[in-house]
């Protein structure tokens, strides 16, 4: 098993920048990609940004594209996102995920986090 625990939720106002961990343990050997999903209240959850082992290889959704950046250390086994420039609706709880493959992390991940919560207020 994999556990993830993510940090570094919070409230900011429109054009502030936060930046989320998270953290893995457990058989992280088994963890190829990681990534981020986010839910807003009556809506379902979506991808936001994915990472290869290595970093060589980036997927962002559309409406995140050039305002967030995700990155790992994976000597710490933990992955990060940095959102800069963010907007109300960015508000979401956030949730790290991670997988063996990368092409399942960007859609149905094996192993999520519990959320952060991110409001952004106008």
């Known amino acids: 098993q994999v556990q993830l625990v993510e940090s570094g939720g919070g409230l900011v106002q429109a054009g502030g920048s936060l930046r989320l961990s998270c953290a893995a343990s457990g058989r992280t050997s088994s963890i190829y990609a990681m990534g981020w999903f986010r839910q807003a209240p009556g809506k379902e959850r979506q991808f936001v940004a994915a990472?290869?082992?290595?970093?060589?290889?980036?997927s962002y959704a559309d409406s995140v594209k050039g305002r967030f950046t995700i990155s790992r250390d994976n000597a710490k086994n933990t992955e990060y996102l940095q959102m800069n420039s963010l907007k109300p609706e960015d508000t979401a709880v956030y949730y790290c995920?991670?997988?063996?493959?990368?092409?399942?992390?960007?859609?149905?991940?094996?192993?999520w986090g519990q959320g952060t919560q991110v409001t952004v207020s106008s």
């Open positions: 990472i290869g082992s290595s970093g060589g290889i980036r």
């Open positions: 995920a991670a997988d063996f493959g990368f092409a399942r992390v960007t859609s149905r991940p094996t192993y």
